[in-house]
T-cell receptor, first 115, second 114 residues
Framework: EAEVAQSPRYKITEKSQAVAFWCDPI?????LYWYRQILGQGPELLVQ????????DSQLPKDRFSAERLKGVDSTLKIQPAELGDSAMYLC?????????????FGSGTRLTVV | AQTVTQSQPEMSVQEAETVTLSCTYD???????LFWYKQPPSRQMILVIRQEAYKQQNATENRFSVNFQKAAKSFSLKISDSQLGDAAMYFCAYRSAVSEKLVFGKGTKLTVNP
């Protein structure tokens, strides 16, 4: 069964350092999402891509977060500089284009700890 | 903006019994999708069941079924014959047919007691 790949699974970084997460969606899925999930809460959308274009980044803290999906396939989410409050699980998901017939497929996530 | 509310932070059920998790949502759209996701301690988000707003019939997947009340904007999940493996966080989610944005509730932690 096709999966959304994310790496790394775990990341510990010091405050003020830069950190990056990678996501490879299911082949052919045009829409890619990055979510942040604080422990005990629901996922919050950070950015949504349609192919290589950003569709929604209204909740992305743009002073420190950036996201790209250069060729419309895999994507990178970067934080610079990291802050203690960024400690969370970062989830990537993908879905197919067009009349929605399926669900979203989520990756296993990257758990970030900022110390 | 659409919002999803899960009013039960925690629920518990005895093994083999039935439990219902509540979800309400707020939207001005007529075409949308609703989901229940399960997130076990391993943290992988797993789709449990989905409902398309234009379908009046409630979705069912084995032991999982929903009660979709469009006018009331309510979407509850019923788990029958609860099993120990059902213990997890359950998230209700709304997807706009226009923006394709998926919005989650804050979740309900389900405990299954043997």
């Amino acid at each position: 069964e096709a999966e959304v790949a994310q790496s790394p699974r775990y990341k510990i970084t010091e405050k003020s350092q830069a950190v990056a997460f990678w996501c490879d969606p299911i082949s052919g899925h045009a829409t890619l999402y990055w979510y942040r999930q604080i422990l005990g809460q629901g996922p919050e959308l950070l950015v949504q891509f349609q192919d290589e274009s950003v569709v929604d980044d209204s909740q992305l803290p743009k002073d420190r977060f950036s996201a790209e999906r250069l060729k419309g396939v895999d994507s990178t989410l970067k934080i610079q500089p990291a802050e203690l409050g960024d400690s969370a699980m970062y989830l990537c998901a993908s879905s197919s284009r067009g009349r929605f017939s399926g669900g979203y497929t989520f990756g296993s996530g990257t758990r970030l700890t900022v110390v | 903006a659409q919002t999803v509310t899960q009013s039960q932070p925690e629920m518990s059920v005895q093994e083999a019994e039935t439990v219902t998790l509540s979800c309400t949502y707020d939207t001005s759209e007529s075409d949308y999708y609703l989901f229940w996701y399960k997130q076990p301690p391993s943290r992988q988000m797993i789709l449990v069941i989905r409902q398309e707003a234009y379908k009046q019939q409630n979705a069912t997947e084995n032991r999982f079924s929903v009660n979709f009340q469009k006018a009331a904007k309510s979407f509850s999940l019923k788990i029958s014959d609860s099993q120990l493996g059902d213990a997890a966080m359950y998230f209700c989610a709304y997807r706009s047919a226009v923006s394709e944005k998926l919005v989650f509730g804050k979740g309900t932690k389900l405990t299954v007691n043997p």
